[in-house]
């Protein structure tokens, strides 16, 4: 089983629409069990509150279902428990690298590094307001996380 952590700031916005779209796409293609994913935040200043309203309604809009997702806030004993800690961008790296200590493993990755745009970072819709631009890069980036996982063959 892959075990994927997504990750950003405060954990209702980006870390849960991928948390959202990667479970979409596995189940659509029939491999959900060789996958658990979940999300989290580098800060506190979410902790119980769900998923953001524009999350949702892009989310809806597209016909992605929402859990009922709380935020919480990633800790050090996720580094052993995930292969896979996904960022959005590079104040997401530093803020992580905080908690964790260091990437000794090398499971620190930012999303878009699964894609032709390595070094990208994903805006946060919560400054931006722009949903849309937000799923496009989630999807662009959790698309290529799978065909990255497919080709190293970690699926089978």
């Given at each position: 089983?892959?075990?994927?952590?997504?990750?950003?700031?405060?954990?209702?916005?980006?870390s849960?629409?991928?948390?959202?779209?990667?479970?979409?796409?596995?189940?659509?293609?029939?491999?959900?069990?060789?996958?658990?994913?979940?999300?989290?935040?580098?800060?506190?200043?979410?902790?119980?509150?769900?998923?953001?309203y524009?999350?949702?309604?892009?989310?809806?809009?597209?016909?992605?279902?929402?859990?009922?997702?709380?935020?919480?806030?990633?800790?050090?004993?996720?580094?052993?428990?995930?292969?896979?800690?996904?960022?959005?961008?590079l104040?997401?790296?530093?803020?992580?690298?905080r908690?964790?200590?260091?990437?000794p493993?090398?499971?620190?990755?930012k999303?878009?590094?699964?894609?032709?745009?390595?070094?990208?970072?994903?805006?946060?819709?919560?400054?931006?307001?722009?949903?849309?631009?937000?799923?496009?890069?989630?999807?662009?980036?959790?698309?290529?996380?799978?065909?990255?996982?497919?080709?190293?063959?970690?699926?089978?």
């Amino acid at each position: 089983m892959i075990k994927i952590l997504f990750v950003c700031h405060g954990n209702i916005c980006r870390s849960t629409m991928a948390e959202m779209v990667l479970k979409h796409l596995v189940r659509e293609r029939n491999i959900a069990d060789c996958f658990y994913i979940d999300s989290a935040a580098t800060s506190r200043e979410e902790i119980g509150n769900g998923v953001h309203y524009g999350t949702r309604r892009k989310l809806a809009e597209v016909g992605i279902p929402c859990e009922d997702h709380r935020a919480r806030q990633v800790t050090k004993k996720d580094y052993e428990k995930f292969d896979y800690l996904i960022v959005m961008d590079l104040n997401n790296v530093r803020n992580l690298n905080r908690i964790i200590g260091s990437d000794p493993d090398g499971k620190v990755y930012k999303l878009l590094d699964f894609t032709e745009r390595t070094g990208a970072s994903i805006a946060d819709p919560w400054y931006t307001g722009n949903f849309d631009e937000t799923y496009r890069d989630v999807l662009e980036g959790c698309e290529g996380f799978l065909k990255k996982v497919s080709e190293n063959g970690n699926l089978y």
